[in-house]
Each structure stands twice: as C-alpha cells, then as structure tokens.
C-alpha cells in the first residue's frame, strides 16, 4: 500500500524559509516519481516541482524556479522541498504526490498523481 506524510509547513514573513519533508511508503513510491502540489481555496491544484527516483531528474513549475528546490533521499524514501525567498502568494496547502504513470516522466497534472498526503499548511505573510 501506498502512502505519503509531509510535514515542515507553518506561518512565516515573506523572505523566510521552510523545508518541507515527504515520507513515503516502501515499494512503488521507491520507484516512481513524487511531486509537490499546492492548492489554495477556489484555485485549481498547481504543480510545484517533481522529482524522479531514477536518475534524480527534476521540473518545477516558472512561479518557483530559482526560489525552490526538490530533492530526495533514497535511503529514507524521503523527498524535501526547501522553499527560500517565500512570498505570501506561496501561501497554500502544500501535499506530494506519486505518479505510477512513467518511472522517468514528471507529468504536471494533479490528475495524473493516483496518491496524494493529506498536506502541511503554509502560510506567508507580508
């Protein structure tokens, strides 16, 4: 069975950093690629970054490239998410996300995901 737990989120000032952790269960989520989604109420889900487990090859979406950066551990079956220069449109609910569609694709789609975690809150203000 499949799961995944984030954890890191919380209230910070714009400029600020967090971390966000992604712990996932053994088995498929140790193959296939995880990405991170936010979602704010009444906006559809918006892709964030992906990473593959196979050959670490990563994408993120235009509104975070050069403030965020994806990454993994594949001992820990951990994927992290460090967020630096933090702005309060970056206020959302965070969740990750695995795709068993293609080991080396990172589709941008939150349809494409079949396991979701709940998600960890994060909230910028100004």
């Known amino acids: 069975q499949v799961w995944l737990a984030e954890s890191g989120g919380g209230s910070v000032q714009a400029g600020d950093s967090l971390r966000l952790s992604c712990r996932a269960s053994?088995?498929?989520?140790?193959?296939?690629?995880i990405a991170w989604f936010r979602q704010t109420p009444g906006k559809e889900r918006e892709f964030v970054a992906g990473i593959t487990w196979v050959g670490g090859h990563t994408n993120y979406a235009d509104a975070v490239k050069g403030r965020f950066t994806i990454s993994r551990d594949n001992t820990k079956l951990m994927v992290y998410l460090q967020m630096n220069s933090l702005k309060p449109e970056d206020t959302a609910l965070y969740y990750c996300?695995?795709?068993?569609?293609?080991?080396?694709?990172?589709?941008?789609?939150?349809?494409?995901?079949?396991?979701r975690g709940r998600g960890t809150q994060v909230t910028v203000s100004s």
């Open positions: 053994a088995g498929p989520a140790s193959t296939y690629p």
């Open positions: 996300a695995l795709t068993r569609r293609s080991i080396n694709t990172i589709p941008i789609m939150a349809t494409d995901y079949e396991y």
